[in-house]
Nanobody
Framework: VQLAESGGGLVQPGGALRLSCAASGFAISRYGMRWYRQAPGKEREFVGYISSGGDSTNYADSVKGRFTISRDNAKNTVDLQMNSLKPEDTAVYSC??????????WGQGTQVIVSS
């Protein structure tokens, strides 16, 4: 059972990145999926959530209007599209599979650096 994030990297302020979270060993269709991030020296922060069927999403105020979560249950993947990136978005981004408020699986994360 594994969640693996990819797509991180270095991007200039105002740029965009698309992160992907690929699941193996289980079907994400049974789970809501969350994205979190953790910046150096800071606590982990909730970024956003998508319901198991993809019909409901919610986002932290800090990313609302800039980030979009989508999922493809057939491919067992969840994506995080990040636009208009700011230096304060620099963090390690992780995905998590959740059900009834309990997180069952975590990914190891992918680094995003927003810098000129």
């Amino acid at each position: 059972v594994q969640l693996a994030e990819s797509g991180g990297g270095l991007v200039q302020p105002g740029g965009a990145l698309r992160l992907s979270c690929a699941a193996s060993g289980f079907a994400i269709s049974r789970y809501g999926m969350r994205w979190y991030r953790q910046a150096p020296g800071k606590e982990r922060e909730f970024v956003g959530y998508i319901s198991s069927g993809g019909d409901s999403t919610n986002y932290a105020d800090s990313v609302k209007g800039r980030f979009t979560i989508s999922r493809d249950n057939a491919k067992n993947t969840v994506d995080l599209q990040m636009n208009s990136l700011k230096p304060e978005d620099t963090a390690v981004y992780s995905c998590a599979a959740t059900s009834t408020g309990i997180i069952y699986y975590w990914g190891q994360g992918t680094q995003v650096i927003v810098s000129s």
